[in-house]
C-alpha cells in the first residue's frame, strides 16, 4: 500500500488549502482514512477521519473549518481546510486502515497502519 499527499503549501491566516491523499494498493473494500498533523515539537494528532462508509469525526480543533471528503477515485480523499490560522502550520499526514464493523475510524495514529510522508502547511500571519 502506497499513501501520497499533495496539495501543501504557505497561506496567510484567513485564507484557505485543499489537501489530496491516494491510497494505493489498499486490499481492503472498507477502510478508515484520516489526516493528522504533527508541528515541531510537538506529538502527532488526529484531525479528521472519514470511513468507507461516509462518517466523519474531527478533532475540536478544525471543526467547523476543515471538511474531509472522499474523493471519485478509490481510496482517495480530500481535506478542505478553511479559516486557516498559524497554529494551524505543520506537516499533514494521510494515514489508513482496514475498516471494522461497526469501526467509527476513530483519530489515535496508533489505530493506523498505512502512512504517507506528508505534506507541508505553513500559514502567516
Known amino acids: 500500500v502506497q499513501v501520497v499527499e499533495s496539495g501543501g503549501g504557505s497561506v496567510q491566516a484567513g485564507g484557505s488549502l485543499r489537501l489530496s491523499c491516494v491510497a494505493s494498493?489498499?486490499?481492503?473494500?472498507?477502510?478508515?482514512m484520516g489526516w493528522f498533523r504533527q508541528a515541531p515539537g510537538t506529538e502527532r494528532e488526529g484531525i479528521a477521519t472519514?470511513?468507507?462508509?461516509?462518517?466523519?469525526r474531527y478533532a475540536d480543533s478544525v471543526k467547523g473549518r476543515f471538511t474531509i471528503s472522499q474523493a471519485n477515485t478509490k481510496n482517495s480523499l480530500y481535506l478542505q481546510m478553511n479559516s486557516l490560522k498559524p497554529e494551524d502550520t505543520a506537516m499533514y499526514y494521510c494515514?489508513?486502515?482496514?475498516?471494522?464493523?461497526?469501526?467509527?475510524?476513530?483519530?489515535?495514529?496508533?489505530?493506523?497502519?498505512?502512512w504517507g510522508q506528508g505534506t507541508q502547511v505553513t500559514v502567516s500571519s
Open positions: 494498493g489498499f486490499p481492503y473494500s472498507g477502510y478508515c
Open positions: 472519514i470511513g468507507s462508509d461516509g462518517s466523519t
Open positions: 494515514a489508513a486502515r482496514r475498516r471494522w464493523y461497526g469501526d467509527r475510524c476513530g483519530l489515535s495514529i496508533s489505530e493506523y497502519k498505512y
